[in-house]
């Protein structure tokens, strides 16, 4: 967790929907009570202390790119956190959760938000940042003409969105930044615009290449072995573990797991084979690739 490093924590996790803006001033609208879930039927574990608020950002920052004529000059960001509740928010240190997609929104977040909210006994206020998918076919159409060239859509544009916030309208305080899957690559850009106030970086779910040879490249097609890679280094654990080990006499843990894949794919109708299998899985499927639930990344 975060806790060796955060005595009290503004947990800043940014919503980030990109909208239509009409004034030429970069500003905020003032904070605003809010629920804590964008969806009521999830709950609440806080209590509803959700505060949101729109910031005026420019659509393009010098050196980056150029506002094109007859287009709107500004976007809409929309901002939430959880303040903290047993800390003066003054004074607390900020963390930010960047959520990547393009599977998942920000609203993914607010579980998390919360939770940890809840584990630091309300020292935190928490934001989240994405940016907004529209569902219209005619959506790249739609964007074009109020804002022109995409291009000023850009990692960097978003990357100093994040970084202008937190200088501007954050308490000047110790600030960490969370990344999540895409949301890395975009926590990465940030680390190169050097923002006094952040003192760390979280990757999650790392998916950036900065730097990598072709040899290293992430690729999905060469995730299994990737992610098999460190899953045996986990299971190999066991062996120097006395609790652990002594549940493996016959064998290490790594060997038990692929005899019960292989027992499972000679026995598909077997009740353990059927009890792990997955309601979304291909019933030509073997069970061993039903042994885990599809995957749901962002």
Known sequence: ????????????????????????????????????TTFSDEGSMTGDIAECTVYRAPLCYPGICETPPSVDSTVDIFV??????????????????????????????????????????????????????WAAAHVWTDLKYKFGDLSSFSMTTAATDIATFISKFTNGKDTVVSGVSYGTALVERLMHLKTPTVIGYVLDSVFTTTAASDGKVSYDSKSDHDVGEVADAFLELCID??????????????????????????????????????????????????????????
């Not at 005595?7 to 500003?27: G, I, S």
Request: contains cysteine; proline residues 4%.
């Open 80 to 133: 939430k956190q959880l303040p903290a509740t047993s800390e003066d928010t003054a004074i607390a240190t900020n963390v930010w959760f960047v959520q990547g997609g393009p599977g998942c929104s920000s609203t993914s977040l607010e579980t998390t938000m919360e939770y940890l909210h809840y584990l630091l006994e309300g020292k935190a206020n928490i934001s989240r940042w994405t940016i907004v998918a």
């Open 1 to 36: 967790m975060l806790t060796s490093r955060v005595t009290a924590l503004n947990l800043v996790c940014l919503a980030l929907l990109l909208a239509v803006a009409f004034a030429d001033k970069y500003d905020l609208n003032g904070w605003y009570p809010c629920s804590d």
């Open 241 to 298: 573990d006395e609790e652990c080990s002594r549940y493996f006499k016959a064998g290490s843990l790594s060997a038990s797991l692929r005899h019960l894949i292989e027992k499972f794919d000679k026995q598909p109708n077997s009740t353990c084979a059927q009890l792990v299998s997955t309601k979304g899985a291909q019933s030509k499927d073997l069970p061993s690739f039903r042994f885990v639930a599809p995957w749901a990344g962002c």
